[in-house]
């Protein structure tokens, strides 16, 4: 592990500490808020306001609390706050119970100085918190920025309801840590809806979130100690014009149910311009400015040779220079026809992403889930439409279980390395279904992050199913077949394949069934599990059944194309070297076949078939168009 990432967690384990006090301190307050002892009782009326009790002062509209403690509110000010003013070690306690603040001026809520304030949402309650378009600062300051707004930490608990309108800034807002416990809070905000500076927490709750900037954030972008978020539960409807959830460093999730949308949704992202020859030629290169120069000085359709297998600690340095590079800078705009310079991702961490458990209902204009540095999936429902990438990261993408079905995406998943052991992923991309390449999706210079010999996509078990008008896995390095399924319904264009990769192709084990055109097909070149190619003569149409079975009958494959095809690519464990099989279209024997050799090339009525693509097959129907190839390895 990193010495920055142990930083980031050794700082979240310390800030967990400290707001379980919080916490404690807040049950406590619960549980005394329910006698008169000890809680002074404050009245709103309108303009003015009444205390039984001391710690707390009025003066017009204004109620300013002083000391710790607890304090019951009840009643509505038409323009006033409640300011908290207390020492610095103090800790005070609000117990909402019917309260309704509107101020024109300033936050409703301001906690200015206090060790921490907790909001107790009485039970039953309804309250509500507006503050108006335009602030006054006497003191020339920039604070508060929030129509519920602390200076320290503040926490939210309690069974009530909480709606806030943040009309000059952002809802809730803490410049230290904000922590939510539970309650129903409704936020609608011309910035951000929840922010919490140093950390947002968040264990159970209810949130409807309009926001016009972001949804819920965290942005210490001075102390990568700071700037996280933690996601354990709790019900989400975000609507955000950017990003709907983003912490500066690390965000992680760990359960919940989230509705996520950004930018208006998927149907608004900008087109997609692809920069060059799709597919082919050495793989698709990363998305980068028109005239960057490619990494290592290697030119569009350069294969690369030689390239020597990656390992766990090949990732772990691909992650660490990931990391630091996420840490220099943000991102420049995407490649489309039309500029954006707002993020308008799902979920966005700066550092490290990591999601293992919740269910996810995302559809953004830019990726649903992105991540600067590292992103990892180890479970959770999602459900996905997306104008970019539907899980992107900028160095390492791990996914080890879930369900993932990406609806709509640009790119179903990109990462500097992507490795897939488990899970069932289902994804449509209007480009490449899985895409190891290297820097950022925003045109930053890949070859700062890590070198072209890092990129790989293993798949060594799960359930992998693309839809891919590119090219379904497309590696600007590597590519390693190891165990579960893959099944890649591949391009109808000429310009694409199923398998497009700039190293090597090896694979030990799994099952492979990948089709799409005949133009630039590449298959396995290495390992040790045979494979199958089956050229037809012409596009077989959507709905073909192919069925593969070995000299006892016994089914090894059986699979049901759902887009037009030419050739097929096949691999099943068990399928040895001089094996006998019977080849199977829409339940009719095609042809008996011998596997003569690692890779046995055929055409559909069982005669030999050369190991190149067949010249002038570069698409298909009124795509077709003359042109030469890729050979076959």
Not at 32 to 45: E, H, Y
Not at 523 to 545: E, H, K, Y
Request: hydrophobic residues 35%; negative net charge.
């Amino acid at each position: 592990m990193n010495q920055q990432k142990k930083m980031v967690i050794t700082a979240m384990l310390a800030a967990l500490g400290m707001l379980a006090g919080c916490s404690q301190s807040a049950s406590s307050a619960a549980a005394s808020a329910g006698t008169s002892d000890g809680v002074v009782q404050i009245t709103l009326n309108g303009g003015t306001a009444s205390v039984a009790g001391t710690g707390a002062s009025v003066n017009g509209a204004d109620v300013t609390i002083t000391k710790a403690g607890t304090y019951r509110i009840a009643g509505a000010l038409d323009d006033g706050q409640i300011l908290v003013d207390a020492g610095k070690q103090d800790a005070v306690t609000l117990v909402l119970d019917g309260v309704t603040i509107s101020c024109s001026d300033s936050a409703g809520i301001y906690e200015k100085q206090a060790g921490s304030m907790t909001l107790l949402l009485a039970d039953g309650s309804s309250n509500v918190i507006s503050d108006g378009a335009e602030y006054q600062f006497p003191d020339g300051g920039d604070e508060p920025d929030a129509a519920v707004f602390a200076k320290d930490d503040l926490t939210i608990t309690g069974t009530g309801t909480l709606t806030v309108t943040g009309n000059y800034h952002n809802g809730i807002g803490s410049k230290d840590n904000l922590l939510v416990e539970s309650g129903t809070l409704i936020v609608t905000a011309v910035n951000d809806g929840l922010r919490g500076r140093d950390s947002v927490t968040i264990s159970d709750g209810t949130f409807a979130i309009d926001a016009e900037g972001d949804g819920i954030k965290s942005n210490n972008d001075e102390d990568t100690q700071k700037g996280w978020i933690l996601l354990s539960g709790g019900s989400y409807q975000i609507s955000a014009g950017n990003d709907g959830i983003q912490a500066e460093t690390v965000l992680t999730v760990t359960g919940g149910s989230y509705e996520i949308v950004t930018g208006g949704g998927s149907k608004n992202a900008p087109e997609r311009v692809e920069q060059g020859f799709g597919g082919g030629f050495g793989g698709k290169q990363p998305k980068r400015e028109a005239g960057a120069t490619p990494p290592d000085g290697q030119t569009p359709g350069e294969a690369r040779t030689g390239s020597v297998p990656p390992n766990r600690q090949n990732a772990e340095a691909v992650q660490t220079a990931s990391v630091q590079f996420a840490a220099d800078t943000e991102a420049a705009q995407p490649t489309s026809s039309t500029t954006n310079s707002e993020s308008q991702k799902g979920m966005k961490a700066g550092t490290l992403l990591t999601v293992s458990g919740g269910t996810f209902s995302i559809d953004s204009v830019d990726d649903a889930l992105h991540s600067n540095g590292n992103l990892t999936i180890s479970g959770g429902d999602f459900c996905i439409s997306t104008g970019d990438d539907g899980a992107h990261a900028d160095g390492a993408l791990a996914i080890e279980a879930g369900d993932i079905r990406i609806e709509r995406s640009y790119e179903g998943l990109e990462g500097t390395t992507v490795e897939i052991s488990g899970g069932e992923i289902v994804l449509t991309a209007s480009d490449d279904g899985v895409n190891a390449a290297g820097g950022s999706d925003e045109n930053l210079d890949p070859g700062r992050l890590a070198s072209q010999n890092s990129y790989f996509i293993r798949v060594a078990g799960g359930m992998l199913t693309v839809d891919a008008d590119g090219d379904g896995l497309d590696s600007n390095g590597d590519l390693y077949l190891e165990g579960g399924t893959v099944l890649v319904n591949g391009p109808t264009s000429g310009g694409d394949s199923a398998l497009d990769y700039d190293g090597s192709c090896e694979i030990s084990g799994g099952l492979l069934m990948a089709a799409g055109s005949a133009g630039m097909v590449q298959v396995p070149s290495d390992g040790i599990q045979p494979r199958l190619v089956v050229w037809f003569d012409g596009v077989q149409p959507a709905g073909t059944q192919i069925e593969l079975a070995d000299d006892v009958n016994q089914t090894v494959l059986d699979v049901t194309l759902e887009k037009p095809f030419e050739v097929v690519i096949l691999s099943a464990p068990g399928l040895e070297v001089g094996q006998t099989c019977a080849l199977l279209v829409n339940g009719e024997k095609a042809t008996d076949l011998t596997l003569t050799e690692t890779v046995t090339s055929i055409s559909s009525d069982g005669s030999a078939a050369p190991t190149q693509m067949r010249f002038g097959r570069m698409g298909m129907g009124e795509d077709r168009v003359e042109g030469r190839g890729k050979a076959m390895q």
